[in-house]
């Protein structure tokens, strides 16, 4: 076992519905959701429950010193952590929730892209609800938001109503890769475009069908 899957572990066992995961992501799911990091230029890249820093690595890796990377982190001792190990990136240890006021007391107006790593469907609807609002009020007009769900879960009722939420608050959601070689498989979801308020209260969801603009996933080895 890894430092890292220990940490994650013990931490998962002090409060499984904050956690959500056993063990880190793989290297394969960092590499799917960090897809929207653009390759040039100085973009704004936050993060929203890093954990142990799969995702905060690759995401460090790829912008080499460009930009600004800010990382949320709401357990303290996983921020503490992450905050030794990844030097280049600022870590709070904050709520998701108040993005907004986190992005503006840095001077920073928006966000280019935002990663999450939240166990969403440990969520109540509420706390859901007031994530994504937050995430949409700072994303640039351009900006991507990326997160994941475990395929094990898609079916539970929280699962199923965040989905709906993101096509509520997002005018575009790809269902992206399916990444098997992860603990456990996670379907990848890339959304743009948030929608506006008076938009948002009128979009429709099926329930029994993909959502418009949803895309088949394919499969990630």
Same mark, same amino acid.
């Given at each position: 076992m890894t430092s890292e899957t220990g940490v994650?572990?013990?931490?998962?066992?002090?409060?499984?519905?904050?956690?959500?995961?056993v063990a880190p992501s793989s290297s394969r799911l960092a590499e799917a959701v960090t897809a929207p990091v653009p390759e040039l230029g100085d973009?704004?890249?936050?993060?929203?429950?890093p954990g142990t820093g799969a995702f905060t690595s690759a995401i460090e890796e790829q912008l080499a010193g460009r930009g600004h990377q800010l990382a949320v982190e709401m357990n303290p001792r996983l921020a503490e952590q992450l905050r030794s190990r990844c030097r280049r990136v600022e870590v709070l240890n904050a709520d998701a929730s108040t993005l907004p006021r986190l992005l503006a007391e840095r001077g920073l107006e928006k966000a280019d892209?935002?990663?999450?790593? %939240? #166990?969403? !469907?440990?969520?109540?609807?509420?706390?859901?609800n007031e994530i994504l609002s937050a995430? +949409?009020?700072?994303?640039? &007009?351009?900006?991507?938001?990326?997160?994941?769900?475990?395929?094990?879960?898609?079916?539970?009722?929280?699962a199923l109503r965040f989905r709906e939420l993101l096509c509520t608050t997002f005018e575009e959601v790809v269902l992206g890769r399916t990444v098997w070689r992860? %603990? #456990?498989? !996670?379907?990848?979801y890339h959304a743009r475009r948030p929608r506006t308020q008076a938009?948002? +209260?009128?979009?429709?969801? &099926?329930?029994?069908?993909?959502?418009a603009g949803v895309s088949d996933p394919t499969s990630v080895h």
């Open positions: 994650m572990l013990r931490e998962f066992l002090r409060s499984p519905a904050d956690i959500g995961a973009p704004v890249v936050v993060e929203l429950g892209v935002v990663v999450s790593g %939240l #166990p969403w !469907a440990s969520f109540s609807p509420q706390v859901q995430v +949409s009020r700072v994303l640039a &007009p351009g900006g991507a938001f990326t997160t994941f769900g475990y395929v094990h879960a898609m079916r539970l009722a929280s992860n %603990l #456990p498989p !996670a379907l990848v938009s948002r +209260s009128v979009a429709m969801v &099926p329930s029994r069908r993909q959502p």
